[in-house]
């Protein structure tokens, strides 16, 4: 009886050794790739893997890790028993990518097979209509100059381009569209002539692209830049991001305290005359530097202490031009120490 | 004796199991390897560079995501150029520029690729000194280093 017993123990012990042994989670995705094959007209993708636990355990699924910031991933549920099935949904933004956009999944989980298992997400991305060039830098511009550029458009499905308006944001903006020869209608330009009239200013206008039929844009041209004036300042605003600095090596250290703006006379012929730079904040000291008589200087500020918190002030330098006798630079300094 | 041979028969199990390596640990399977960035050695800020660049202060980090991705939180003193919004925003951070401006670039993922196209367009309009920090808003979190919220100052 007693041996009978230790018999039955021991099979018992036995089986649950092997039990135990075999015993795991097995993540199973029905397709571990989503492809959504060609796309056209979207900025985002969203879809669902399927999964389930054939395992013989519980499983548990972490939080999914998408490889990009531009896809986001949940998981449902996230504890399975064995047989059970459970969802995985993404979305994915594609922006205004072109060709194939390929991101990744990782799905972290308990299953000692595959403890990350890799999920891939693949969109062919077809743009309806190709414009080239979207964005012109027309840098700095003097009053009365007259630009001129050309952007081109085609459709790309194969249909008729139908371009019918090319309106812009300002008075200062005229359009003119034509068919591209020989395109069948697929393709047309778009002249943007752009004139420096009105104040001096950054400028960012913006072309709205209209085709037969629909009532919003299909896109955007943007033609930006600076009307200058008599003089040019670069950069127009000084900006100290600065951190801790117990961190920074003291021979660096001046570098970080110092910042400079070049100003340069834009209309040839002019003798440009600059004096009196002056600083509103009372750590920053300024200097003037001639690099070319009448023509280009340099401001130069200098921190003569770190700061300890953020502030603005402005930089005042009087110059001999009766249109503008005199010119501001903002200053902004911020501050964020660490800890 | 009993247990000695319940770990035998235990063992002798996983030796056949497939999914096991014969050292009894999970294999590892390889994970698919990130398409390798279309950058040269010379467009790569290292994380330790990044940190000193922003200590300074003497480095302009460009945040490449979406408008609503730099609010939820950015690298402290970083401005927002979402990629895709480049032609109108171009215009808010070019006064602070200069040609020679050292600036950072950065979005979020080893694969997030915003960074990448955004250091193409500003090389593009003439400012050689564009790198990326790969990965950029999620290493720099993890570093623990400062970070923002809210839109741009």
């Not at chain 1, 077809?126 to 001129?148: H, K, R, S, W």
């Not at chain 1, 591209?180 to 072309?207: K, P, W, Y």
């Not at chain 1, 955007?220 to 830049?225: D, I, L, P, S």
């Not at chain 2, 993922?109 to 790969?134: I, M, N, T, W």
């Amino acid at each position: 009886m007693n041996l009978r017993m230790a018999g039955s123990f021991l099979a018992g012990l036995i089986v649950f050794g092997v039990a135990q042994a075999g015993a795991a989670p097995l993540l199973k995705f029905d397709n571990v790739v989503y492809d959504f094959g060609k796309t056209q007209g979207i900025s985002t993708v969203t879809g669902t893997f399927t999964f389930q636990n054939d395992g013989d355990a519980e499983l548990q699924i972490r939080k999914p890790a998408p490889t990009c910031g531009c896809t986001v991933a949940a998981v449902k549920p996230e504890t399975l028993a064995p047989g059970a099935k459970g969802e995985l949904v993404f979305s994915l933004n594609v922006g205004s990518s072109r060709g194939v956009v390929q991101k990744h999944i990782a799905v972290p989980s308990n299953d000692p097979v595959n403890p990350t298992l890799q999920l891939t997400i693949r969109v062919d991305v077809v743009q309806m209509y190709e414009i080239t060039p979207q964005f012109f830098a027309l840098g700095d511009l003097t009053p009365g100059t007259t630009t001129n550029v050309t952007v081109t458009v085609k459709r790309m499905d194969g249909k008729p381009l139908q371009l019918v308006s090319a309106t812009a944001s300002s008075e200062f903006v005229h359009t003119k569209i034509a068919e591209v020869e020989g395109s069948s209608g697929h393709a047309s330009t778009v002249n943007i002539e752009f004139v420096a009239g009105g104040e001096l200013r950054r400028f960012n206008e913006q072309i709205n692209l209209l085709v037969e039929g629909q009532t919003t844009p299909i896109s955007a041209v943007n033609v930006q830049g600076r009307i200058v004036g008599e003089l040019a300042v670069t950069p127009e605003r000084l900006v100290w991001g600065i951190g801790s600095l117990d961190r920074i090596p003291a021979a660096r250290l001046e570098t970080m305290l110092t910042r400079s703006v070049r100003i340069t006379a834009s209309k040839p012929g002019e003798s440009l005359l600059l004096k009196n730079p002056v600083s509103t904040l009372k750590d920053l000291n300024v200097e003037l530097v001639t690099l070319e008589t009448g023509k280009t200087y340099m401001v130069v500020a200098k921190l003569s202490n770190a700061p300890k918190e953020s502030e603005q002030g402005i930089i005042t330098i009087d110059t001999n031009l009766p249109s503008q006798p005199q010119l501001q630079v903002p200053v902004s300094i911020n501050v964020i120490q660490r800890r | 004796m009993i247990v000695a041979a319940s770990l035998l028969v235990g063992l002798g199990v996983n030796a056949f199991r497939a999914d096991l390596a014969p050292s009894g640990q999970p294999r590892r399977l390889p994970l698919v390897t990130p398409p390798k960035a279309d950058l040269a050695a010379g467009e790569i800020v290292a994380m330790t560079e990044a940190e000193q660049l922003w200590n300074e202060g003497v480095a302009f980090f460009l945040d490449s995501r979406t408008s609503a991705d730099y609010q939820a939180g950015h690298i402290a003193h970083a401005h927002s150029l979402p990629d895709e919004d480049f032609a109108s925003r171009y215009g808010d951070v070019e006064p602070l520029l200069t040609r020679d401006a050292e600036i950072i670039v950065y979005c979020d993922g080893v694969e997030c690729d915003l960074s990448h196209r955004l250091l193409e367009k500003l090389r593009a309009l003439g400012y050689p000194r564009v790198r990326v920090l790969v990965n950029g808003w999620s290493e720099w979190r993890k570093a623990g280093l400062p970070t923002a919220t809210g839109a741009q100052p």
